[in-house]
């Protein structure tokens, strides 16, 4: 029982063993070529299980997905050969299988070292026919429009590589031209920020100006206006006291003879020196009126 047992187990490993050595996946993010003692037999394998000759044939699997290759910064000149360091990065994927195994033995070191160069050359030939103005803003996307279009046929003929996008991250100055362009741009804009604090303090004062003569203009026609209507009160005061001292002018003589005595006796020591027969006395010599 035991020696069949034994049997049983040697034998499932000697199959998983031959399953190991003869079946294989390639998966649907993989592409893989097939080898026979180092000569390529199948250029493009499809995603699924497949078999092979144990030490005959090998098995290379090569990542399908879109890569990114981070290129180091470069310097290039424009048209007015005028210095710049440019960062970018592409975006590649294989797309025959086959030649990128026979070109770079599918080392993709190998693969970033070869892209770099060919995008390094494609960015100094299109930044050497623009200025610096365009290839900053203006035709930047254009740029690498034309870029990618001219190397993407290059790559996938040479190496199958498919150039997806090429992209460029940065732009800088050279490090001794950004300190004299800075100072530049720093000088301008003080120069700017001179006039507008001039052109501010100008429109300041006209508006001061213009704000102090509506002042004036405005106190003025308020005291016009209140002393045509105190005017306007006064005469109208003296309208009813006219009024009044016509239905009665006797009665109006003697209660403004009463307000007379008691503004000038307030106090217990006023004294007022006026002769007696006075008008002023009038209506204390005699109580009964006329």
């Known amino acids: 029982m035991n020696n069949k047992l034994f049997a049983a187990v040697v034998a499932v490993l000697l199959a998983v063993v031959l399953a190991s050595n003869t079946l294989y996946i390639i998966h ?77 033995n599918g080392e993709e070191s190998r693969v970033e070292q070869l892209l770099a160069q060919r995008i390094n050359e494609g960015l100094r030939n299109q930044f050497a026919t623009r200025s610096l103005q365009e290839v900053v803003s203006g035709e930047r996307d254009q740029l690498m429009e034309d870029l990618t279009g001219s190397l993407n046929k290059l790559t996938l003929e040479r190496y199958g590589i498919q150039l997806v996008d090429v992209r460029v991250k940065r732009i800088d100055l050279p490090e001794q031209v950004s300190d004299s362009v800075f100072s530049r741009m720093t000088t301008e804009r003080e120069r700017e920020a001179r006039e507008h604090r001039s052109k501010g303090k100008e429109q300041a004062e006209v508006i001061r100006a213009d704000a102090d003569r509506q002042r004036t203009i405005l106190e003025a026609e308020a005291y016009r206006d209140a002393e045509q209507m105190r005017g306007e009160g006064d005469a109208k005061a003296a309208a009813i006291y006219a009024a009044a001292y016509n239905q009665d002018p006797e009665f109006y003589s003697f209660m403004r003879s009463l307000t007379a005595y008691k503004e000038s006796f307030q106090t217990k020591g006023d004294v007022l020196l006026v002769a007696p027969d006075s008008e002023f006395f009038r209506y204390l010599k005699d109580k009964t009126p006329e």
Request: glycine fraction near 6%.
């Open 28 to 104: 649907a993010t993989e592409r893989g070529v097939l080898l026979k003692f180092g000569k390529v037999v199948e250029s493009d394998l499809p995603p699924g299980l497949h078999w092979k000759l144990p030490m005959v044939h090998e098995v290379r699997k090569f990542d399908a997905r879109i890569l990114t290759l981070d290129a180091r910064p470069e310097r290039f000149l424009t048209v007015e050969k005028k210095g710049i360091i440019v960062d970018s990065f592409a975006k590649w994927r294989i797309q025959d299988v086959g030649t990128f195994y026979t070109s770079t």
